[in-house]
Every structure is written in structure tokens, then in C-alpha cells.
């Protein structure tokens, strides 16, 4: 019997993270020169029209040992990264996204993308700061409207406007790059309706 009749699980399906796994071992590979141009070609055809782990398997055929115990498991079945990891496929642009919302949605937006993100997750994280600070600014624009029928110059709410706009689209372009940035203001006002965790 071969190899690939001894792992268990062939027709389990594989999905895009196992795939990419294989491919940038099956890279690795090469750059190794381990294997030649045409035979990386092959393997990578084999990889990305693999829809089993027998058919991703076959793209490894005498060139690794998938059984082999002794090193762990086979590089495209390593386990995938945390849930709360930046790295997973969409995190950054859900993250990035919840940021603009309010722009056309108010609170309801980001409170949706925090309702349907994992907890833990870098979304649900950055949802919340979003909602948070969405939240803040728009009782601060009230305190502020209401204020300003007698006190407030409009000068002052038109500055609070261009900064409410301005550390939105900030916490967009670092959450759509992955960065953890707080919200200055934030940070000084401990009234946070939704967990930032």
C-alpha cells in the first residue's frame, strides 16, 4: 500500500489554508532545489485543484513522507492560526470596514460586525472600538448641540465634527493594517459599553 492509502482521513476535505500551506512548502521546495521548474509547476497545479487531503497528498508523492509521525504533522495540515489572530483570511478588512461604518450606518454597523464576529477575534476587537467611540462622540456632539444654543460657538462644534471624522478614518486605516491603535480619547474615558477584548 502506499502512502497515501495509509493516511487517515484522504477524503477529508481541504480548504484555502491548507492549500496555501502546501504551496509555499511545495515553494520551499524548489527554492531548495529539491524539485525543477516543470515538477513545481505540476505540484502546484495538483495543489490548487486539490479538493482532498489524498488529492493535496499525491502533490507531495515522493517527496515528503506524510505519515511520517516522527516530524509532526504534514505542513498543510498544521493547525490554523488563533481565532483572535490578525492573520486569518478577512479579519483586517472586517476590522477596517467596522471602522467606516458609522459613516453611513451610526452605531448600527459596527454593532453588527461585533454581533457576528467570533469573540476573541481581531474584528470583533476592533467593532467594538468602533461602536465605543461612535457612541462617545455622537453624546459629546449632543452635550455639545445642546450647549451650543447658548454657549458653544459653532466654530468649536465644527472641530469636534472634523475630529470625530478624522480618528474614524485613522482606526480604519490601522485596523485595514492590522495594527491594535486605541483611540486617544478613548483611553482616558473608562465608559466602554462593549468589551474591547
Request: no cysteine; proline share 7%.
Amino acid at each position: 500500500m502506499g502512502a497515501m492509502n495509509e493516511y487517515a482521513g484522504q477524503n477529508q476535505r481541504v480548504g484555502h489554508l491548507e492549500r496555501e500551506r502546501a504551496e509555499q512548502y511545495l515553494s520551499e521546495a524548489y527554492a531548495q532545489g529539491r524539485i525543477d521548474e516543470d515538477e513545481f509547476e505540476r505540484r502546484i497545479d495538483r495543489t490548487l485543484n486539490a479538493r482532498t487531503r489524498g488529492d493535496l497528498n499525491a502533490a507531495f508523492a515522493d517527496l515528503v513522507p506524510v505519515t511520517a509521525q516522527y516530524f509532526g504533522p504534514h505542513p498543510a495540515y498544521r493547525p490554523t492560526p488563533p481565532r483572535d489572530s490578525v492573520e486569518l483570511p478577512g479579519a483586517k478588512g472586517a476590522a477596517g470596514i467596522a471602522h467606516l461604518l458609522p459613516f453611513v450606518s451610526w452605531i448600527i454597523g459596527p454593532a453588527f460586525v461585533y454581533a457576528v464576529s467570533s469573540p476573541g477575534s481581531y474584528a470583533r476587537r476592533e467593532a467594538a472600538k468602533s461602536f465605543n467611540w461612535t457612541l462617545f462622540s455622537s453624546a459629546l456632539f449632543f452635550a455639545l448641540g445642546m450647549l451650543g444654543i447658548w454657549f458653544v460657538p459653532d466654530v468649536l462644534l465644527a472641530l469636534a465634527w472634523f475630529a470625530w471624522v478624522a480618528l474614524t478614518v485613522i482606526g480604519a486605516v490601522k485596523a485595514f493594517a492590522g495594527e491594535n491603535w486605541t483611540n486617544p480619547l478613548l483611553r482616558v474615558i473608562p465608559w466602554k459599553p462593549l468589551t474591547e477584548k
